[in-house]
């Protein structure tokens, strides 16, 4: 495996689920970030890690609960969602420092539909 | 702070036509500047970069000049080919604000036979 993997591609869940999704990056970056992205609305920024502490968390609601056990993976748990968070979950990489010459590396996405 | 303003979609073409997709940006510092595509069901791939004024980032026949002058990022590609229809996002990076990255709002292109 090489760069971004998230899994699982699509989700379906019900608001009373539970589920999470995983990203795993073999890039051996260390730093990490969910995006949410919704349909005609611009890219999100949910969360960030930076040497596998959580640095930032853009006012998300409780809902989303981002884990990151280690600097390869990163977590999303969801509970008690709600129909507009309907969206392609994307997470990304970095190497810290180095942003501005390499960018991110995001993986494929997960799309979720809370039914 | 820091943005990204790019011109809104959806815009189609027809095979071969020439493309341009408008980028201006606001920075407090000197960022470095990134253009990034989207396919459908996918995630976003680099598609090129530019890390200093007058620089010319380029890929796959798609070219754009970082232009510190006007703070544009235009990008651009002379024909283009029904598998370059896809979402097209113009970023920067800033070392000014800790290397945050700050994406527009993305352009849809669709190209028809």
């Known amino acids: 495996e090489t760069g971004v993997t998230q899994t699982p591609r699509h989700l379906v869940m019900g608001m009373t689920n539970k589920k999470s999704l995983k990203c795993e990056q073999h890039?051996?970056?260390?730093?990490m970030y969910w995006y949410k992205q919704s349909a005609k609305k611009p890219l999100e920024l949910m969360f960030v890690?930076?040497?596998?502490?959580?640095?930032e968390n853009n006012s998300v609601p409780s809902r989303f609960s981002p884990e990151c056990p280690n600097s390869s993976h990163l977590f999303l748990h969801l509970h008690t969602l709600q129909p507009e968070d309907s969206a392609l979950y994307l997470c990304?990489?970095?190497?810290?420092?180095?942003?501005?010459?390499?960018?991110?590396?995001f993986g494929s996405g997960t799309r979720l539909t809370v039914v | 702070g820091d943005s990204v303003t790019q011109m809104e979609g959806p815009v189609t073409l027809s095979e071969e036509a020439f493309l341009t997709i408008n980028c201006t940006y606001t920075?407090?510092?000197?960022?470095?500047l990134f253009w990034y595509v989207q396919y459908p069901g996918e995630g976003l791939q680099l598609l090129l970069k530019?890390?200093?004024?007058?620089d010319k980032g380029s890929n796959k026949g798609f070219e754009a000049t970082y232009r510190k002058e006007t703070t544009s990022f235009h990008l651009e590609k002379g024909s283009v080919q029904v598998s370059d229809s896809a979402v097209y996002f113009c970023?920067?990076?800033?070392?000014?604000?800790?290397?945050?990255?700050?994406f527009g709002t993305g352009t849809s292109l669709t190209v028809i036979p």
């Open positions: 990304a990489s970095s190497q810290l420092g180095q942003e501005s010459f390499y960018g991110y590396t």
């Open positions: 890039l051996g970056h260390n730093a």
């Open positions: 890690y930076s040497l596998e502490e959580r640095v």
């Open positions: 920075a407090t510092g000197y960022p470095s």
């Open positions: 530019a890390t200093k004024a007058d």
């Open positions: 970023a920067l990076s800033d070392k000014n604000t800790g290397n945050q990255f700050y």
